[in-house]
């Protein structure tokens, strides 16, 4: 989400000219309607405080905004194929769905296809779309805080049922049906780089991820499964306390962080390579190879290298300091931009 003022405040300009050279360069997300659309939709334009504005489709859908049906923001109905057509009117029925092969078959369109033309259309896969439709149901709860049917009438789900299984699916069983679960709560945060969402109880933060970063909803399933926990949204004081850390940090403001981190996730190798990141000095990168010396065998840098992406706690534990022995940056599951911006910001701070 845009959070850029000067730049919110020009988008919002555009917005009013309906001017279709501004097609593809920004989104706007409605929060009165709960629709995302294109600068030139015909519809009436909403007040300046009712918008939110997005770089992309993904970023809109992951924001729980669905596409307008006037302006059709993913592409030019026209250009749609009847399959594809089809792909889209299935998941608007029933968003919180997670599609396998026998899904397609049903449709009778095969996979392949689903995959190759949405992403030729949309610029994401099937799969992408669904899933972003998925966790834009379920993070619209953590974004606001509201209630369960609240979320679900200003979104304009018709069936509170599905809505509230998007919600379950994700997060967990509903509190108040098992009060023996561990209760763990998620906070929605945005930051210079986009939005992220973190989740921690009262003593320790479990995960702090980038909203699109592909595969946090099994990352999220797998923290609720291993802690027998169900994740609600709302705030605490360690949330409260990263929010700050972090917004601080992304000003160059704050160069180490205090967040207490739980100790009870990943395999013994996989703890062992993230403490070793955390001691990476800020400004200063490490190669993949450097880092498997550091554990005793120079051979296990893809060993190391995976538990490096097996990391759910963005920045603080900092996988982007590690990059190729080529000094390129290599992979991020966060973008690859993402990273070299925040290697960009710390160096800037080590200078200092």
């Not at 405080?49 to 109905?77: D, G, I, M, Q, V």
Request: proline fraction near 4%; charged fraction near 30%.
């Amino acid at each position: 989400m845009i959070t850029d003022e000067k730049k919110k405040e020009a988008y919002y300009k555009m917005l009013l000219e309906k001017n279709s050279d501004y097609e593809g360069i920004f989104y706007v997300g409605v929060k009165t309607t709960g629709i995302f659309c294109r600068p030139t939709c015909p519809a009436r334009k909403p007040k300046k405080e009712n918008c939110e504005f997005f770089e992309t489709a993904k970023e809109a859908l992951l924001a729980s905004y669905r596409p307008c049906k006037r302006c059709r923001p993913l592409t030019s109905p026209t250009l749609l194929s009847p399959e594809v057509k089809k792909l889209v009117e299935a998941i608007e029925r029933n968003p919180e769905k997670k599609w396998t092969d026998k899904d397609f078959d049903e449709l009778a369109i095969s996979a392949n296809t689903a995959r190759r033309q949405f992403k030729k259309q949309f610029g994401m896969t099937f799969i992408e779309y669904a899933r972003s439709r998925r966790l834009g149901l379920a993070f619209d709860y953590i974004r606001n805080g509201k209630s369960l049917i609240n979320a679900q009438q200003e979104i304009g789900y018709d069936s509170s049922n599905g809505f509230r299984d998007a919600f379950v699916k994700i997060m967990g069983t509903q509190p108040k049906k098992h009060q023996s679960l561990h209760l763990l709560t998620a906070k929605w945060l945005e930051t210079e780089l986009g939005s992220m969402i973190a989740i921690a109880d009262e003593e320790v933060l479990y995960l702090l991820e980038f909203v699109d970063r592909r595969g946090l909803e099994k990352e999220i399933e797998n923290l609720r499964k291993k802690f027998n926990a169900a994740i609600i949204p709302g705030t605490n004081q360690i949330l409260t306390k990263l929010e700050d850390e972090l917004s601080k940090y992304f000003k160059g403001q704050l160069s180490h962080f205090s967040i207490p981190l739980a100790e009870n996730l990943g395999t013994p190798f996989q703890k062992q390579v993230w403490k070793l990141l955390r001691e990476i000095p800020l400004g200063s990168t490490i190669s993949y190879k450097e880092l498997a010396i550091k554990m005793g065998n120079e051979k296990a840098s893809r060993a190391v290298a995976r538990a490096n992406g097996t990391n759910q706690i963005a920045i603080l534990i900092p996988c982007h300091r590690v990059i190729n022995s080529n000094q390129e940056l290599g992979g991020y599951s966060g973008g690859v931009y993402r990273k070299e911006w925040l290697l960009k910001l710390e160096k800037r701070m080590a200078d200092d």
